[in-house]
């Protein structure tokens, strides 16, 4: 028996589990993918997976809904897969280790995958039913939408007939999304020297923030590690000469990074100075984030002294006012929608690779290094915004901070917003609906966050489009919830939804 095999609905959470079981982090789709096209086999219905694993399956409508407009349910087959350092699961070959802590359900140790686990789980269980009454069924599950909504991009959906699209991508219970901010993945890229350094090596951790989605939680104002880590940096940099060893941070442009770890080689006399750096930004970091993100630490191991292949100390200065001048964060908040962030970026991923593999010094690259080593620093951010000119100009104002770094810039995954459609018989309908179950008015909102709905939007004439779903919380995280008792109340919603004729 399965963890979630007493919840219900049980074929919401029977399928859920499944899911969990097979890896399915972005850009690690073939096995969920060829799960879901031998689900449709098995069910003797219609299915197209195509060459980036995107898979359409059709359910024909049920006798008597044979004249109702087809609906098209749509949603992301990968998640953002994060674990906690000292967790020891493989998230590229293994599955998750689910877990039920009262209405809660989490995964022990990393994230959940609820976004977007919860819609394919969702989508299967109506397939599945045999008794369930619905119009023509167009299921429409794309991979790698975490990582800059390349399925939806590359789709095919010259197959459907529907122009009625239930987003099932949304984590807050009780609120429509009717439009959303477009965006772009920015790459900042600052070339770097290596060379040989001589020096105490130390690790410096920057950590324990809570992280987060970087559309549905900029607003919160919460740490973001790498660009922490700048500042740290800068200061440092700005009153001893210190250099780069290694640097990384974050695991996806679109997840606000929670720990930043390098490896920094100083002179034996500056390390007092250096102590007292860390120890100042340290205290000013945890008072100034009190609220907002009180769990920052920044912690340091002394690795040894000795001679090592690092970032020069002149290039390791340039990359740090580089990376403290970055901006981020919320830029604007929307003038037409009170409270909802209008533009804003995120510095998701930083890393510092060097053109040979030098991190593992060994004496063939200790003898190259005579002759320079190039390597490269590179920040990725998720830019968003809900006015294109704005999102143009925030890309450009990377581009001049990262070309007076002496680096240039990659554009990629941009994608469209969503227009707000004024006249949506979809959204009435729901919106009644809602209504008549919940005694009610849900709230109909725009959202910071991308969704596919733009990209497929462009695809399907006249898309009719409304994003819901149930209660989670804290998704691209560890601490990712999914509720149980809103994944049900959702679930009685989206069948009678299916259920009720046009009048």
């Not at 809570?210 to 973001?224: D, L, P, T, V, Y």
């Not at 709230?443 to 489009?465: F, M």
Request: proline share 3%.
């Amino acid at each position: 028996m399965g963890v979630l095999s007493n919840l219900k609905p049980e074929k919401v959470f029977y399928f859920f589990e499944e899911i969990t079981k097979i890896p399915h982090g972005s850009g690690n789709m073939e096995q969920i993918s060829d799960y879901l096209v031998a689900f449709a086999k098995e069910r003797n219905l219609f299915h197209i997976q195509d060459e980036l694993k995107n898979v359409i399956i059709v359910k024909e409508a049920t006798c008597g809904y044979e004249e109702e407009p087809a609906v098209i349910l749509q949603g992301h087959m990968d998640m953002v897969a994060v674990k906690k350092p000292d967790c020891d699961i493989d998230m590229k070959t293994q599955g998750l280790k689910v877990a039920v802590n009262g209405d809660k359900i989490y995964a022990e140790g990393t994230s959940l995958g609820g976004d977007d686990g919860i819609a394919v789980a969702y989508a299967l269980a109506i397939l599945d039913s045999d008794d369930l009454k619905h119009p023509r069924l167009e299921v429409v599950l794309t991979v790698d939408e975490e990582v800059g909504l390349d399925g939806a991009r590359e789709i095919d959906l010259s197959v459907l007939k529907g122009n009625r699209m239930i987003n099932l991508d949304s984590e807050e219970e009780g609120i429509f999304l009717t439009s959303c901010a477009g965006g772009a993945r920015v790459g900042c890229h600052v070339p770097v020297i290596f060379a040989e350094v001589e020096g105490i090596a130390v690790e410096v951790a920057l950590a324990g923030l809570q992280g987060g989605h970087s559309g549905a939680e900029i607003h919160k104002e919460r740490g973001n590690s790498n660009a922490l880590f700048g500042r740290l940096l800068w200061r440092i940099s700005d009153k001893i000469a210190v250099a780069m060893q290694s640097l990384n941070g974050g695991l996806a442009d679109n997840a606000i990074p929670r720990e930043t770890r390098a490896v920094l080689v100083i002179k034996e006399k500056d390390k007092e100075v250096f102590d007292k750096i860390v120890k100042d930004v340290a205290a000013n970091l945890a008072e100034e984030y009190a609220t907002k993100d009180p769990g920052i630490t920044i912690e340091t191991k002394e690795l040894g002294r000795g001679v090592y292949p690092c970032v020069t100390p002149e290039d390791t200065r340039n990359a740090a006012s580089f990376l403290f001048a970055l901006p981020g964060g919320v830029q604007a908040m929307s003038a037409d929608m009170p409270g909802l962030v209008e533009t804003s970026l995120n510095m998701g991923i930083l890393e510092l690779e060097a053109a040979e593999s030098c991190m593992d010094a060994d004496a063939d690259f200790m003898d190259e290094l005579s002759d320079e080593v190039f390597g490269e620093l590179t920040a990725e951010f998720s830019v968003r915004s809900s006015v294109e000119s704005a999102k143009n100009a925030l890309i450009d104002k990377l581009e001049a901070i990262t070309v007076m770094a002496g680096g240039d810039i990659t554009i990629t995954g941009e994608y469209p917003g969503w227009k707000y459609r004024k006249n949506s018989p979809l959204r009435d309908k729901m919106v009644a609906l809602y209504e008549k179950m919940y005694g009610e008015k849900p709230r109909v909102e725009a959202i910071h966050a991308g969704l596919e709905c733009g990209i497929l939007g462009s695809k399907i004439t006249d898309l009719d489009c409304v994003s819901m779903g149930p209660q989670m919380s804290d998704i691209h995280t560890t601490e990712e919830t999914l509720s149980i008792s809103s994944t049900a109340r959702v679930w009685d919603y989206l069948v009678m939804l299916l259920e009720e004729k046009d009048n």
